[in-house]
């Protein structure tokens, strides 16, 4: 066991453990024979009856901790962890090392979880709640006033916290590390797996840089694995009209290629989806659409750093072109480049649908911000371990640790925020602020997510990160395990990670009805939280996923409307006191007819206003 504290000993720390191949081997034999095999560790159930009560454990004050890191190495990574995301509580008050009136808990139990396995992929199951498997969770910190606590591992009022420190880390393998700078790729058990086990899901240190051998498999594993909804060509066939003009980045010449009336699921290329953060210093205009198209053109302009990092990850990943808004859209105001734009606009959800990968920019602010761990020094936090069990003992899980999880946010310390958000760096991005970039993620089949400190993969089948090993190719497809395994994330079904392709072969064959209205209710109320460089692009930005909606239901919209549900739906509000409305004065082209009119958004819609906005569309229909 490590040097820990007489306080960090209390930690359950196979709570926050994963099952193995052979615990859910069994789990299901079990499951077939009518046994309650899945009540038992690691198999948790949120449930009074057979969950044991939540441990929550007092480490002391700041200061007790701090002195205490000297010799309790999990205090020590604990205190790093405070550190670096900041210590401070509501109204940004900072904490003191001598304020002993000021105490932190670790949390091992329901609070401390972030996601699940299931079986079903469908959003939900009879009662409403996953048909889960095991949840994933990781260590967590709490910080209250020493008076709103008790110190026998129980809370008396949860939602008193001053902080909270989501996530700060996950049970690894030490054997992970040892030797080795950077991560090993683990990808699932050997031939002896049902003798030595490993941990499924386990957390590993990710690397100063982005191993692209590590995306390659990722990808590999979705074109293998995922056909039936992620990269089905027959699934798609219906939704991806053939392209009369398309512009793309070759990678490797370093130019523009004009290709006109292509089929987008024939080429081979990804998207970029980013902000700008401004005027941009090299756009495709009319005037220099010609000398783009000359080899290595764009090799002497002032491109975003953005830009070349997603020229540089596409050359690496062996997609040949790239597609980017300021180079492949005229961005001029001539006649001919409006029409031009308008057609490009109008194809954005093919674009994105089609691409083989979208690669998201979720760090930075602005489009010189690049993309994180693709170049030395772009990254700079180092993941802290602590050996709980060492690799050479003969326990069930060998090797034990903890390893810090790589995220970039400052503490919770306050109801504006989400306590439950999954990874906050996407939470807090500029990118998950925009009202084109929600629409761009909403569409995109597969996706590479750059954030500050390392990168996600998420598709409609998996979801695949830097610092933990979900990617046993096992899991997603039939074989010991009987059936492929699928993960969900808490926090929030519509979290940038969570989201399935709308209109995707998934969301088609687990959609129902009620569903359906809460998942276009719930898309409206994010959608009108985001933000318009241009206001009047309201519609534009929306129309696509109107689109994919119509595509899966039949349902048709009226500025955002559903029509048989419009009724219902004009009684729409703001969903709390705290968010203002204020009328939208920007024009917009009228969408309706071929008039190239501009025209005010209609005050009736709520798309005519500026704010966060509660659809309020049901399965009912209103009776008159």
């Known amino acids: 066991m490590a040097n820990l504290c007489s306080a960090c000993a209390q930690i359950r720390f196979l709570d926050l453990c994963c099952p193995t191949a052979p615990d859910i081997h069994s789990a299901r034999k079990a499951q077939k024979a009518n046994l309650k095999y899945f009540k038992a560790p690691p198999f948790r159930v949120f449930s009074a009856e057979h969950s044991p009560p939540d441990q929550i454990v007092p480490l002391g004050s700041l200061g007790q901790i701090r002195r205490s890191s000297t010799q309790c190495s999990l205090c020590y990574l604990i205190h790093r962890v405070i550190r670096h995301r900041g210590a401070y509580i509501l109204g940004n008050r900072p904490i003191q090392d001598d304020d002993d009136n000021i105490i932190f808990f670790a949390i091992t139990g329901i609070l401390a979880s972030y996601g699940n396995v299931t079986e079903s992929m469908s959003d939900t199951t009879a009662n409403g709640c996953p048909d889960k498997l095991f949840d994933f969770r990781r260590l967590c910190l709490t910080v209250h006033f020493k008076e709103d606590t008790v110190f026998e591992g129980i809370f008396v009022e949860h939602y008193r916290a001053l902080a909270f420190y989501n996530h700060i880390a996950q049970v690894c393998h030490v054997d992970s590390f040892e030797g080795d700078s950077g991560a090993k790729l683990l990808i699932g058990n050997t031939a002896s797996e049902f003798e030595n086990p490993r941990m499924l899901f386990s957390g590993r240190k990710r690397p100063d840089t982005v191993d692209i051998k590590l995306l390659r498999n990722w990808m590999s594993i979705c074109n293998t694995e995922h056909t039936a909804s992620c990269c089905e060509e027959s699934e798609s066939e219906d939704i991806i009209t053939p392209c009369k003009l398309i512009r793309l980045i070759h990678v490797d010449h370093l130019c523009l290629h004009v290709l006109r009336d292509v089929d987008l699921g024939d080429l081979q290329y990804a998207a970029l989806s980013y902000v700008w953060g401004g005027p941009q210093p090299v756009i495709l205009e009319k005037g220099n659409e010609d000398h783009f198209q000359r080899k290595d053109a764009l090799s002497g302009t002032d491109l975003p750093q953005t830009i ?249 919209f009226q500025w955002g409307h559903p029509k048989s549900r419009f009724g219902v739906s004009l009684a729409w509000t703001s969903p709390s006191y705290i968010y203002t409305l204020l009328r939208r004065s920007a024009t917009t082209t009228l969408p309706m007819t071929s008039l190239k009119k501009t025209v005010v958004l209609p005050s009736w819609s709520w798309m005519g206003w500026m704010g966060v906005i509660n659809l309020g569309a049901t399965d009912e229909r209103l009776e008159w």
């Open 308 to 556: 070349l990092d997603a020229i540089h990850l596409a050359r690496l990943l062996q997609i040949k072109y790239l597609w980017v808004d300021a180079l492949c859209i005229f961005q001029g105001g001539s006649p001919s480049e409006i029409e031009d734009r308008q057609y490009q606009l109008s194809n954005m959800g093919n674009i994105y649908r089609a691409a083989l990968v979208t690669i998201i920019a979720a760090c930075g602010a602005n489009s010189n911000a690049g993309l994180s761990g693709l170049r030395p020094g772009s990254r700079s936090f180092v993941q802290e371990i602590v050996q709980l069990v060492p690799s050479d003992d003969d326990s069930v899980h060998a090797g034990l640790g903890l390893v810090t999880t790589c995220t970039a946010r400052p503490a919770w310390t306050g109801w504006g925020q989400d306590q439950d958000s999954f990874h906050d760096d996407i939470d807090i991005s500029a990118w998950n602020t925009r009202a084109w970039t929600f629409q761009e993620r909403c569409l995109a089949r597969r996706s590479l997510v750059f954030t500050p400190e390392q990168v996600f993969w998420v598709c409609d089948e998996a979801f695949f990160c830097e610092e933990s090993s979900f990617e046993d190719p096992k899991l997603y497809k039939k074989g010991s395990f009987d059936m492929p395994l699928h993960v969900e994330l808490y926090g929030s079904r519509f979290h940038p990670l969570a989201w399935k392709t709308i209109d995707g072969p998934l969301a088609q064959m687990t959609t129902t009805r009620q569903n359906f209205w809460t998942r276009y209710s719930l898309i409206v109320q994010e959608y009108s939280s985001r933000k318009l460089t241009c206001p009047g692009d309201i519609f534009d930005a929306f129309e696509k996923i109107e689109e994919a909606f119509h595509r899966i239901s039949g349902e048709t």
